[in-house]
């Protein structure tokens, strides 16, 4: 095995990209979307952390998810500490890479009085196995999961297929939430989505390659500012940003926002960071 130089540490805001670089390698049958919004909610538990491998240049070679769980098969004690996710490239795999990132995840939960860790692999995923092994993990159940879709009760299919004859208030909906930045969705045309913001302060800059993005300002006055330019949107204005143009909203005071844009759509765009927020979240 080579011993390379490295350096763990805890997770930084800078780091956004590298670990969903690294995540979507880890799990390739979710697309970024999926993944940015488990990561967001994964940085918001107190019960859990991220730790990264700089290699010596001072890139992200790997990480490690570690979060706490009341119960792990074959474990004795609880709360144990668990190995969530857990990635090296494969240019320093077997270079102890993935050995020390596990030891930070141990010391972590030893500094919370866990006195047990537990992780998992699919079954036929050979490599994380020997990698377990290696790292003084035991096997204690080989497990094979089963899921069902259950079908609304037929009693009640064709009514909830019917159609619901009731407006829908922006006031009512905007007094139902009082975060800012985080987009939630109040009603859906097709593929489009009807999103409700709260927005105050400077946000990032970003784009949507793939989309064209439409401002509706319910109350407030919304400034979006582009590399060439800016404009301002006033309540009971609205402006489209056309697909692929870099640009990033701001309001001197709170601004009620309504969005218009496809389902699965990133408020962040490519940019990443804090700043995005979970998708799908209705109200």
Not at 147 to 162: F, G, I, N, T, Y
Not at 258 to 271: D, F, K, S, W
């Amino acid at each position: 095995m080579r011993n390379l130089p490295m350096k763990i540490r805890a997770y930084r805001d800078s780091d956004w990209l590298d670990w969903l670089r690294m995540s979507q390698a880890l799990f390739p049958h979710h697309t970024a979307e999926e993944l940015a919004a488990g990561m967001r909610e994964f940085r918001t538990r107190s019960d859990g952390a991220v730790f990264l491998a700089e290699r010596g240049d001072g890139s992200l070679a790997g990480f490690v998810e570690v979060g706490t769980r009341p119960y792990a098969d074959g474990c004795e004690t609880s709360p144990v500490g668990y190995i969530e996710a857990w990635y090296v490239d494969p240019d320093v795999r077997r270079s102890g890479y993935g050995r020390a990132l596990l030891a930070a995840a141990e010391v972590w939960a030893r500094e919370r009085g866990y006195q047990e860790m537990a992780s998992d692999a699919l079954l036929d995923n050979e490599v994380s196995h020997a990698a377990h092994r290696r790292a003084g993990y035991e096997k204690v159940e080989r497990v094979v999961q089963f899921r069902k879709v259950l079908d609304a009760d037929p009693e009640h299919r064709d009514m909830e297929s019917s159609v619901n004859y009731q407006s829908i208030s922006l006031q009512q909906k905007f007094a139902l939430f009082s975060e800012q930045w985080q987009p939630k969705v109040i009603a859906e045309m097709n593929d489009y989505q009807f999103k409700v913001v709260k927005l105050q302060g400077d946000f990032v800059w970003h784009d949507h390659k793939d989309t064209d993005e439409t401002f509706i300002v319910v109350e407030g006055v919304l400034r979006i500012d582009f590399r060439d330019g800016a404009v301002e949107v006033s309540a009971g204005e609205m402006f489209v940003v056309p697909r692929g143009v870099e640009h990033k909203p701001f309001a001197e005071h709170e601004v009620k926002l309504l969005l218009i844009e496809p389902r699965g759509v990133l408020n962040t765009g490519h940019a990443g960071g804090d700043r995005t927020a979970v998708n799908d979240v209705w109200i």
